[in-house]
């Protein structure tokens, strides 16, 4: 009896510990809310005290989302938080046949909804993400006519994309003072997208410019979407051992290549823009692999040859943790067309390193010295129909097996004036010796 009388005591206790809301509430609790709003969708995540079954569904006039949440409840301070922005007005919430909970979200315009739920990490519990694609009248680009007249076409900026790495409610790497490697990442992207501005010749592409998410394949899309000439994706690695330091410059595997060219392959009919306009869609297996292997080979070749410049002004700033360029399956590197490289400026998890992340004159550094390298490897490497192709001096590196007709003819000039130009007394061609191309007016 007076363990009895003890364990009712203890219950009627632990009962006044807890608030009115949540005892009078639902088995499950809904104890936060967080929203991020990109360019073209907005993100909210409810906090959850554990997994959650729910149904949502959208109403018009006006427009809202519904979301009903079975056996639960709400804390108080959720209808405080900030909830409002991208096309969310307003979050509302109150019981439903009463042991239920509904939330709507008030809206500015017509969604598609996507819904998942996230299991407990190192920063947060249990989770329900709610992404809003805005569905309402979308302006349809018209594609652009083949230019069939004899006027020279207009020359081009190189278009570089710039990747800042997570974002929104993936906050990467945690440093020990809590620096976050979103927003390191962002901070070092904005540098970088003004000093591509700067550079004549040349656009910055933000692929995420504000703190929110962008799914891997998204971002590479986005590039696509703007023609981008490179993709570059910046991050702050991270390891257990916080002694381990230094920056590192990433290429794709070729296993992950091999991967993503199989992806391709079978929806071919999706992928003309990988081999400059041809449909791989009537072609056979055989050809349309030899078709994309050609295309998906010369983007490796480039984005080789961009990470090791970009690797070599790395190493003059500081401490490299691996002297050459790395390998590896990362998704962001993925895309066939676009030479691409991924950049853990630093290690995050190192206490020093981390002091140096947070410094706006080393995140200046940082910047600079992957322009360098940028810089670098376009004036050797200028794409045809670029204003740098014009600007640019080219340069001819001569291999085994190269003779000075070859040369001529690759570039487009009179074999008179690659003679005159590097003051050649005869056409014999020595392995490794540098030529200047002249421009083709020559």
């Known amino acids: 009896m007076i363990r009895l009388a003890w364990l009712v005591v203890l219950l009627v206790t632990s009962l006044a510990l807890v608030p009115a809301s949540a005892v009078n509430a639902g088995a499950l609790q809904v104890q936060g809310a967080r929203l991020w709003a990109a360019p073209d969708s907005t993100r909210v995540v409810f906090d959850v005290t554990g997994p959650v079954e729910h149904r949502l569904f959208t109403l018009k006039n006006p427009d809202r989302l519904v979301i009903d949440l079975p056996n639960a409840g709400?804390?108080?301070?959720?209808?405080?938080?900030?909830?409002?922005?991208?096309?969310?007005?307003?979050?509302?919430?109150?019981?439903?046949?009463?042991?239920?909970?509904?939330?709507?979200?008030?809206?500015?315009?017509?969604?598609?909804?996507?819904?998942?739920?996230?299991?407990?990490?190192?920063?947060?519990?249990?989770?329900?993400?709610?992404?809003?694609?805005?569905?309402?009248?979308?302006a349809k680009s018209t594609p652009k006519k083949i230019q069939t007249a004899s006027k020279p076409a207009k020359l081009r900026d190189l278009v570089i994309a710039i990747d800042a790495g997570h974002g929104g409610e993936d906050s990467g790497a945690r440093g020990k003072r809590g620096t976050h490697e979103k927003d390191v990442a962002l901070?070092?992207?904005?540098?970088?997208?003004?000093?591509?501005?700067?550079e004549p010749g040349m656009r910055a592409v933000l692929i995420r410019d504000g703190d929110y998410y962008?799914?891997?394949?998204?971002?590479?899309?986005?590039?696509?979407?703007?023609?981008?000439?490179?993709?570059?994706?910046?991050?702050?690695?991270?390891?257990?051992?916080?002694r381990v330091q230094g920056s590192s410059v990433f290429v794709i595997s070729r296993r992950g290549a091999s991967s993503e060219m199989a992806r391709w392959l079978a929806?071919?009919?999706?992928?003309?823009?990988?081999?400059?306009?041809?449909?791989?869609?009537?072609?056979d297996d055989l050809l349309a692999e030899v078709l994309l292997d050609l295309a998906q080979a010369a983007t490796l070749e480039a984005s080789n040859k961009v990470a090791d410049k970009v690797l070599t002004e790395m190493r003059r700033l500081g401490k490299?943790?691996?002297?050459?360029?790395q390998h590896a399956g990362f998704v962001v590197l993925k895309s066939p067309d676009i030479p691409s490289l991924l950049?853990?400026?630093?290690?995050?998890?190192?206490?020093?390193?981390e002091k140096k992340l947070r410094n706006s004159r080393?995140?200046?550094?940082?910047?600079?010295?992957?322009?360098?390298?940028?810089?670098?490897?376009?004036?050797?490497?200028?794409?045809?129909?670029?204003?740098?192709?014009?600007?640019?001096?080219?340069?001819?590196?001569?291999?085994?097996?190269?003779?000075?007709?070859?040369?001529?003819?690759?570039?487009?000039?009179?074999?008179?004036?690659?003679?005159?130009?590097?003051?050649?007394?005869?056409?014999?061609?020595?392995?490794?010796k540098v030529l200047a191309i002249p421009s083709r007016g020559g």
């Open 74 to 138: 709400i804390d108080s301070k959720v209808r405080e938080a900030q909830t409002r922005g991208g096309i969310v007005k307003s979050l509302r919430s109150g019981p439903r046949n009463k042991k239920d909970l509904r939330l709507v979200l008030d809206l500015k315009g017509a969604v598609k909804p996507k819904s998942f739920v996230l299991k407990p990490n190192e920063q947060y519990g249990h989770r329900l993400v709610i992404d809003l694609f805005e569905s309402g009248p979308v």
């Open 187 to 198: 901070a070092i992207a904005r540098r970088l997208a003004k000093l591509v501005e700067k």
């Open 214 to 242: 962008i799914g891997l394949r998204k971002r590479i899309e986005k590039a696509r979407k703007h023609r981008a000439d490179l993709l570059i994706s910046i991050h702050a690695d991270a390891f257990r051992d916080r």
């Open 267 to 283: 929806a071919r009919e999706n992928a003309a823009d990988l081999v400059g306009g041809v449909s791989l869609d009537d072609k």
């Open 320 to 325: 490299v943790h691996k002297k050459r360029v």
């Open 343 to 353: 950049i853990e400026t630093a290690y995050i998890s190192n206490p020093a390193e």
């Open 362 to 432: 080393h995140q200046q550094k940082v910047a600079v010295a992957i322009m360098k390298g940028v810089r670098s490897y376009f004036t050797a490497n200028p794409p045809p129909g670029t204003l740098m192709a014009q600007t640019s001096p080219r340069r001819h590196v001569i291999r085994r097996g190269d003779t000075l007709s070859h040369i001529a003819q690759t570039y487009g000039v009179s074999m008179r004036s690659l003679r005159a130009t590097n003051k050649l007394r005869n056409d014999r061609l020595l392995v490794g």
